[in-house]
């Protein structure tokens, strides 16, 4: 009898979600999330988005299925921005900022009969650590926990928990694009958790956190049946000649900068005194670590100022979110970045890197609001210094 599986891969858009277990599901999921990856590749007819896992730290190798990636040698990845522990789950939050946060990679390997496949990534962040391979098979009966991007959730990261059905050989058919059917051979491990479309190539672990599968579909017409690629096939890829050859090159070294930007005030918003405050101020701060871009500026960039005078406010904020990550990817700004236009009159405020795990959820709203008070109340220097305030008074403990 033929077995068809839906592939949890999802097209072009829609996008994933998070929900929490308690206890022992709670320490696997927190414990795993941060090598978990929200994969994109790219297809003729739009963009295709998955789950991984970082599997070899050394040799910078996420794992996932073939079916995400397909032939397309490109991949990018996205790892969960974390905050108090528990990852920023919106998706517009990386598409917003994918100029910093994806990640290029490159597909090394597959192999389309076990629906496997590993992208070395240029670089990692850091402090990122692999998730381990379980050195057996899993039993029935005991405990699951899957980590994925489903397609139908509003949220990126979610958990699944399940249990194992069973553990075997088999042999399947999918589509994995329209009028394609490609036939899958593999050992599979069955659960009766609830994946989908978006979750494939994302792990299946045990209680210790160990690999012991990879997401590969549900069947349509079961309830609560879905199946991993079993960890046995993962390590048959990892053994292969072409992942021994592979060179461990360590990432080109990026140049950091090595002290805190001034404000860039263009357009003549601040006085003097309140400006050379500001750059002692955002030294210190520096010095703690913590790194804050602060400009203005009397009209958009040329290329944008017809389009930013026609746009309705969404539109413009969200042009004026391109040009902050656009200036803050220039000067290399991993922190806070004050970003403030004259005409058409316009602001925005972005934390990024590794400030936004370390200070209050919605800090850039307060940042926000302190800097507008004093525009509005005409004294744009109070504003200023409200906001870089608030910014030293928050900085976590021991910078």
């Known amino acids: 009898m033929r077995t068809v599986l839906w592939l949890p891969l999802l097209i072009a858009a829609v996008l994933p979600a998070t929900a929490f277990a308690d206890g022992e599901g709670a320490k696997v999921y927190k414990g795993a999330v941060p090598s978990v990856v929200w994969i994109h590749s790219t297809r003729d007819k739009g963009l295709a988005t998955g789950s991984g896992t970082l599997i070899d730290k050394e040799r910078r190798l996420v794992l996932t299925n073939y079916h995400v ?18 990852p920023v789950s919106e998706k517009e939050y990386y598409i917003d900022r994918a100029r910093r946060l994806a990640i290029p990679g490159k597909v090394i390997l597959f192999n389309k009969k076990t629906d496997l496949a590993l992208i070395q990534l240029d670089s990692l962040p850091e402090k990122i650590e692999a998730v381990p391979l379980a050195s057996g098979t899993p039993e ?28 075997y050989q088999k042999e399947w058919k999918a589509e994995i694009a329209p009028k394609r059917v490609i036939t899958f051979e593999a050992k599979v491990v069955e659960t009766d958790s609830p994946t989908n479309p978006g979750d494939s190539g994302g792990p299946l672990l045990n209680d210790k956190g160990q690999l012991i599968g990879v997401t590969e579909g549900g069947a349509l017409n079961a309830q609560l049946i879905s199946t991993f690629v079993e960890v046995s096939e993962v390590k048959k890829l990892l053994e292969s000649k072409a992942v021994r050859d592979l060179k461990v090159e360590k990432p080109a070294v990026k140049e950091v900068r ?71 990817d220039k000067l290399d700004v991993s922190g806070f970045a004050i970003l403030i236009c004259k005409d058409p009159k316009s602001m925005y405020v972005d934390i990024s890197g590794d400030m936004i795990k370390q200070y209050p959820k919605d800090f850039e709203l307060k940042i926000r ?11 744009p220097d109070e504003g200023l210094r409200a906001a870089i305030k608030l910014i030293a008074e928050n900085k976590p403990k021991g910078k």
């Open 69 to 86: 990636v397909q032939e397309n040698p490109n991949a990018k990845v996205f790892f969960a921005v974390l905050r108090d522990g528990q």
């Open 140 to 167: 029935n009966g005991s405990n699951t926990h899957a980590i994925g991007n489903a397609g139908k959730s509003g949220a990126l990261f979610g958990y699944i928990k399940g249990t194992v059905r069973s553990v």
């Open 369 to 379: 609001d302190a800097v507008i008070k004093g525009l509005k109340d005409g004294k």
């Open 258 to 328: 090595d002290k805190a930007l001034s404000v860039k005030d263009e357009a003549k918003i601040f006085g003097a005194d309140a400006i050379q405050e500001a750059d002692v101020a955002l030294a210190e701060l520096f010095k703690a670590k913590v790194d804050v871009m602060i400009e203005t500026y009397a009209t958009g960039p040329k290329d944008k100022q017809e389009a930013l005078k026609n746009a309705t406010p969404e539109k413009r904020t969200s042009l004026f979110r391109e040009w902050t990550h656009f200036r803050m």
